[in-house]
């Protein structure tokens, strides 16, 4: 997608202005449930498995930061850290947003182009997705082509308010409708493509991949079409798919793109994460029509899986915005069986997971038309029963079985799920798992203690397997660890590079204290003499700042900046040096210069002596080197006093 180019006046320009048009709070709030504690805004951080809120978001800096991952910045840091994105279309997206145009504008035509180099970008994709999405919304609302696919949606129960909150579409039974009405609009169609709209054959003809289809748009978080999922009309409307080649299943999703993967979305959601909030709990369900007469019955916190088993990273998903998730799994055998993998995810995430298996072999669509809505809301509010409960129930009925064997072998397994969490094996779990063994207890008559040795033996025989594997000799995993947290901007120092010293990051934190004396920190210490290199380029662009008359502050340090990580270690360093309040930070400047130089000459002298040891020098060389040394010994004594103004 052809980007806006912008001299760099002008760009720092609209940056300034962009940042002042868009609340950081409204930005995080859009993907993430904020609360006010104090003068903050706080919310649980979606880089790391969290469970207490330590992402805090503060309206007056204009800044986020979490306590936990040590990432931080601004607007334009948190867009590119939350979509996965480069700087410059979190640039042209936040500029979008707020409504700043950027100059020169970009050709329609460029626009709507996959580009020359091939690469297309997130923005040019979800630009193209929502052209599909209206195309195919405007097709389901024609007098003729839509008439067929409406009243199919009409004999489900779908109300035409619903059918425009969903974006409901139909694409018609013609391969290539979506081609030409693409080529038509000077839209490439290889943006087409790139988004799963469209297919190519192995004869090399062109299709839409939903043709005859019903279309149900998939939206983020933000409620943006990130793909398309379709149903065939049943036979007896006498609309078959426009394709006699690819898929032919009842339901087919779009394929996974850079905007969109299944494992890590669910269907409803955009409309859905704010009800979601005020109710305290999401209400999960099977398929797009199960969702959408859900919200239409007036359970708008309802969402869905997109064709996957609801799993580990929807439940983390869910968490941002509540702590009880309720499936509603349809009452067939299917769903029964899942009782394992729903008991692993239970044990597994500090989250109240509850099920609600339907009656009969109904799905939530078919529920609320023959029962309606209060019987749907009798069962969610009095028959959720969490996931431990359900599969108890489902492995051995309401109560153990009789055969000792049986009782056993259930009980057993039940014991080897609870062994097998790395959370309850934390110690801040530990209450959680003993009310879990308490309940085993009494179902099986037996003392938690008992069942807790029997644990406590899975466990270490668990670890004498993995050594055994290992050749008992290594202690780490050399796997991904679950719930691990993401490095630090200021851990990942790269090969070669000096894992950054706290004294280093001292003169940052003055600086930050007191900009006025940033003119007697660059008399005594070049940038060049910094060694960490975020530190040095933080520190090269606050000497820059103070040159050029600008205000050296957190703002103006973020606007020179695109890199996230640069943004994360801004926010530490300026929080971190408001909280200390020195009294007198000129003083502090120059402690800091003369055992700067203290240390630098510590560093030196070693280096040096190798060098006089070498037997490379002439003795000529030798003398002068071995004074040098000597006065570096001498200034190590007794340091200069640093200059000053």
């Not at 029509?289 to 609801?310: K, M, R």
């Not at 009782?339 to 609320?368: K, N, Q, S, Y």
């Not at 037997?615 to 002068?624: A, H, I, K, P, V």
Request: charged share 25%; net charge neutral.
């Amino acid at each position: 997608m052809q980007e806006a180019t912008v001299a760099f006046a002008d760009f720092q320009t609209i940056k300034e202005r962009i940042k002042q048009a868009i609340d950081i709070v409204d930005l995080v709030g859009r993907y993430i449930p904020l609360r006010r504690q104090g003068r903050l805004f706080v919310g649980l951080c979606p880089w790391h498995d969290d469970t207490h809120p330590s992402l805090q978001v503060d309206p007056q800096r204009q800044t986020f930061r979490c306590w936990v991952c040590n990432i931080g910045g601004d607007i334009f840091s948190f867009l590119m850290r939350i979509e996965g994105i480069e700087f410059r279309e979190a640039f042209k997206s936040l500029a979008d947003r707020a409504g700043i145009p950027l100059a020169p504008p970009p050709s329609t035509a460029g626009a709507k182009s996959a580009g020359s180099s091939g690469q297309v970008s997130k923005s040019a994709l979800l630009e193209v997705l929502a052209w599909a999405e209206k195309k195919y919304h405007e097709c389901l609302l024609s007098p003729a082509l839509g008439e067929v696919p409406r009243r199919y949606l009409a004999d489900r129960g779908i109300s035409p308010e619903t059918v425009a909150k969903f974006r409901l579409g139909f694409s018609p039974p013609q391969p290539d409708w979506i081609v030409r009405e693409a080529r038509r609009e000077k839209i490439e169609v290889s943006l087409l493509m790139a988004a799963g709209i469209v297919g190519r054959s192995s004869t090399g003809v062109l299709y839409d991949r939903f043709s005859g289809r019903v279309i149900f748009p998939i939206h983020d978080v933000q409620n943006r079409p990130v793909s398309f999922g379709g149903r065939i009309l049943p036979e007896k409307y006498g609309v078959k798919p426009g394709i006699p080649f690819g898929a032919q299943a009842k339901y087919l999703n779009g394929p996974e793109t850079p905007v969109f993967a299944k494992s890590r979305m669910l269907y409803g959601l955009g409309q859905a994460w704010q009800a979601i909030t005020r109710a305290g709990r999401a209400v999960v369900v099977e398929g797009y029509t199960d969702c959408i007469l859900a919200h239409q019955a007036g359970f708008p916190e309802t969402v869905a899986v997109l064709g996957t088993a609801f799993g580990d990273l929807h439940l983390r998903l869910l968490q941002r915005y509540t702590n009880q998730v309720v499936l509603l799994l349809d009452g067939d055998e299917a769903g029964r069986r899942r009782a394992t993998e729903l008991l692993e995810l239970f044990i597994a995430a500090d989250v109240d997971l509850r099920v609600v298996t339907l009656p009969g072999e109904t799905d939530p669509a078919d529920f609320l038309t023959q029962f309606g809505a209060d019987a749907l809301r009798d069962l969610l509010t009095n028959r959720a029963v969490d996931a431990f409960e359900h599969a108890r129930r489902v492995f051995v009925g309401e109560t153990p079985p009789e055969d000792l064997a049986a009782r056993h072998r259930v009980l057993e397994r039940l014991l080897r799920m609870i062994a097998a969490s790395p959370v309850l094996r934390s110690e801040e779990n530990q209450i959680r798992e003993a009310l879990l063994l308490q309940r085993l207890g009494q179902n099986f008559g037996l003392s938690e203690e008992v069942l807790r040795q029997r644990v406590a033996e899975l466990r270490h025989q668990a670890l004498a397997r993995k050594l055994t594997s290992r050749g008992m000799g290594s202690s780490s995993s050399g796997g991904i660890v679950s719930g691990a947290k993401p490095s630090s901007p200021l851990s990942r120092a790269g090969e070669g590079e000096e894992i950054p010293a706290r004294w280093q990051r001292e003169l940052l934190e003055i600086l930050f204290m007191d900009p006025n004396l940033i003119e007697e920190a660059a008399k005594n210490i070049s940038p060049d003499e910094i060694r960490y290199p975020i530190y040095r380029e933080i520190y090269r662009a606050m000497c820059s700042l103070a040159r050029s008359g600008k205000p050296v502050n957190l703002d103006q340090l973020l606007l020179h900046f695109e890199d996230p990580d640069f943004h994360s270690v801004l926010v530490c360093l300026e929080e971190d040096a408001h909280r200390k309040r020195l009294e007198d930070p000129r003083e502090a400047l120059r402690d800091f210069v003369a055992v700067f130089r203290m240390r630098l000459t510590e560093e030196e002298i070693p280096k040096q002596m190798k060098k006089l040891e070498s037997g490379e020098l002439t003795e000529e060389e030798q003398l002068l080197l071995l004074e040098q040394i000597v006065a570096m010994r001498r200034q190590r004594a007794s340091p200069a006093v640093p200059q000053s103004e």
